[in-house]
Nanobody
Framework: QVQLVESGGGLVQPGGSLRLSCAASGFTFSTYSMSWYRQAPGKERELVATITSMGGSPNYADSMKDRFTISRDNAKNAVYLQMNSLKPEDTAVYYC????????????WGQGTQVTVSS
């Protein structure tokens, strides 16, 4: 079955950096577009970044495009999120997500990793 396992979250000071990783298994990783979402307490889940199946055309939420970088390694079945210049408002649970490319379309989710930005 599809499994997405995030890692790399933690506590970081404002201005710091973190690199999140997502290990994927149970599906043909190289055919799925991958995304990172986040959900802060009391807020709806929001899209952070998306990358196509072959690693092209990454898209970012406006508030993150200059600070975050999404990448993937299809040989390792992994997707990453490099986060720089972190702000307290980046505090959230970050989720890895995979979008099935063929009907019936379905989005799969990992369990999430907590990122806390605080001094």
């Amino acid at each position: 079955q599809v499994q997405l396992v995030e890692s790399g979250g933690g506590l970081v000071q404002p201005g710091g950096s973190l690199r999140l990783s997502c290990a994927a298994s149970g599906f043909t990783f190289s055919t799925y577009s991958m995304s990172w979402y986040r959900q802060a307490p009391g807020k709806e889940r929001e899209l952070v970044a998306t990358i196509t199946s072959m690693g092209g055309s990454p898209n970012y939420a406006d508030s993150m495009k200059d600070r975050f970088t999404i990448s993937r390694d299809n040989a390792k079945n992994a997707v990453y999120l490099q986060m720089n210049s972190l702000k307290p408002e980046d505090t959230a649970v970050y989720y890895c997500s995979a979008l099935k490319p063929t009907p019936p379309r379905r989005r799969y989710w990992g369990q999430g990793t907590q990122v806390t930005v605080s001094s």
